[in-house]
């Protein structure tokens, strides 16, 4: 074949390559039946093998009952299908709760969690579970250890909430609201116990460069967030400064090509509603005060960030300030300072349904794969609910919601 017709054939076969490769796919399932046990909080990862694991607590409801368990499901690369639930986790008597997930540069499955001891998330225990046996045809992961995380915030962590405290509220018009949960927080970080009991997870922790696994935590009654990391998996583990704002809890990482940190969290402060947004450029062990996203809106609900291995960032939330009957997948091609894309896996009235807690993955192939909680409620107005898996591609996203 001559030079100019290969040329013009590899060209060709290029661009047909690309058009197959931007036609927008998605599909969505849910991982088991409607059913009318409480079924929250998923986390979802992706094996070394292709398969697909995701986990969330079930039972009767952690503020009142304590037969909440942490259950999990497996869908096995080239599978329809995903498996029966299984047991992650149960502390007997004891209420298990927003568990995450992550595999770590050994190839080892991360499960952590709280352990609520009094029905309230101020009395959360932090713990995880380690497993190197875990792409197992079916049932739950053999667990190599478990351990408690415990938290030890440093020394001077009352001197800097105060500060960071006082210096979020500067110019601010102070309600007796704000003026209550700042002396609050005051009283409490003088207190060993409360400064360190009561820090849970809900997003994946990240790993950075392969060698610092950070994991992002909150605390309802504090109302804001910290980091705590680990350099050596497990051995020993810090915590980072406070992340202070009005409100800020659940944060999730991504990482811009200047080496920041970016932490976005749920707001559970008050209105306007937005994303909140604090940076680190120490690798986590110090952050900014925190700021509302200028773009981002958020009801006061959980939500992921991730980078994709092209650079952009990826947000999976609920974008009203009120309400999680609306489910949004954005892109940002300049590193989340703005979202030009957005589209939909989940859109209703008010009261219709509630679609919420998203946890959001690039699988080595490419694909997107999100996890979130999914009620809804029948004819006769009874609520079911399970946890629902979308797959889809980045340029489903990109088209935008059908007309």
């Given amino acids: 074949?001559?030079?100019?017709?290969?040329?013009?054939?590899?060209?060709?076969?290029?661009?047909?390559?690309?058009?197959?490769?931007?036609?927008?796919?998605?599909?969505?399932?849910?991982?088991?039946?409607?059913?009318?046990?409480?079924?929250?909080?998923?986390?979802?990862?992706?094996?070394?093998?292709?398969?697909?694991?995701?986990?969330?607590?079930?039972?009767?409801?952690?503020?009142?009952?304590?037969?909440?368990?942490?259950?999990?499901?497996?869908?096995?690369?080239?599978?329809?299908?995903?498996?029966?639930?299984?047991?992650?986790?149960?502390?007997?008597?004891?209420?298990?709760?927003?568990?995450?997930?992550?595999?770590?540069?050994?190839?080892?499955?991360?499960?952590?969690?709280?352990?609520?001891?009094?029905n309230t998330w101020e009395s959360a225990l932090m713990k995880y579970k380690v497993s190197s046996n875990y792409m197992k045809p079916a049932g739950a992961p053999d667990w190599d250890f478990m351990e408690v995380l415990h938290?030890?915030?440093?020394?001077?962590?009352?001197?800097?909430?105060?500060?960071?405290?006082?210096?979020?509220l500067q110019g601010k018009d102070i309600s007796d609201r704000s003026r209550a949960w700042a002396e609050r927080n005051f009283r409490m970080a003088e207190s060993k116990l409360d400064s360190r009991l009561g820090w849970f997870t809900r997003a994946h922790p990240y790993i950075l460069e392969g060698r610092r696994l950070i994991v992002g935590l909150y605390s309802d009654g504090f109302s804001f967030s910290i980091v705590s990391f680990t350099d050596d998996w497990g051995q020993s583990w810090k915590m980072s400064d406070p992340i202070v704002g009005g409100g800020n809890i659940q944060p999730s990482f991504a990482r811009r090509n200047d080496g920041t940190l970016v932490a976005y969290m749920r707001d559970n402060g008050p209105a306007p509603k937005r994303v909140h947004v604090s940076e680190s450029t120490d690798e986590g062990q110090t952050w900014s005060l925190v700021q509302d996203h200028p773009q981002l809106a958020n009801p006061g609900s959980g939500l992921e960030l991730a980078r994709l291995r092209n650079g952009r960032f990826i947000v999976a939330y609920n974008d009203t300030e009120q309400g999680r009957h609306s489910l949004a997948i954005s892109i940002s091609d300049d590193e989340g300072r703005t979202f030009r894309?957005?589209?939909?896996?989940?859109?209703?009235?008010?009261?219709?349904?509630?679609?919420?807690?998203?946890?959001?993955?690039?699988?080595?192939?490419?694909?997107?794969?999100?996890?979130?909680?999914?009620?809804?409620?029948?004819?006769?107005?009874?609520?079911?609910?399970?946890?629902?898996?979308?797959?889809?591609?980045?340029?489903?996203?990109?088209?935008?919601?059908?007309?």
């Fill in 151 to 168: 938290m030890k915030p440093a020394e001077d962590f009352a001197a800097k909430v105060r500060a960071k405290t006082e210096a979020y």
């Fill in 341 to 403: 894309w957005t589209r939909h896996p989940e859109r209703v009235e008010p009261g219709q349904g509630s679609f919420h807690y998203p946890s959001i993955i690039e699988a080595a192939d490419g694909r997107l794969h999100v996890s979130y909680s999914y009620f809804v409620r029948d004819e006769e107005g009874r609520e079911g609910k399970s946890i629902k898996h979308a797959e889809f591609d980045e340029a489903w996203v990109l088209a935008g919601d059908a007309p």
């Fill in 1 to 118: 074949m001559r030079p100019r017709l290969v040329t013009l054939v590899s060209i060709l076969a290029a661009l047909n390559g690309l058009a197959l490769a931007q036609v927008p796919f998605h599909r969505a399932e849910l991982i088991f039946p409607l059913e009318r046990w409480h079924n929250h909080g998923s986390s979802i990862v992706e094996c070394p093998n292709g398969d697909l694991i995701v986990c969330w607590f079930h039972g009767s409801g952690e503020r009142t009952a304590d037969d909440v368990v942490i259950l999990g499901a497996r869908k096995r690369k080239g599978e329809e299908r995903w498996s029966e639930p299984f047991l992650m986790a149960d502390t007997p008597e004891f209420p298990d709760t927003n568990c995450c997930m992550i595999i770590d540069p050994q190839g080892r499955l991360w499960l952590l969690w709280p352990t609520i001891l009094a």
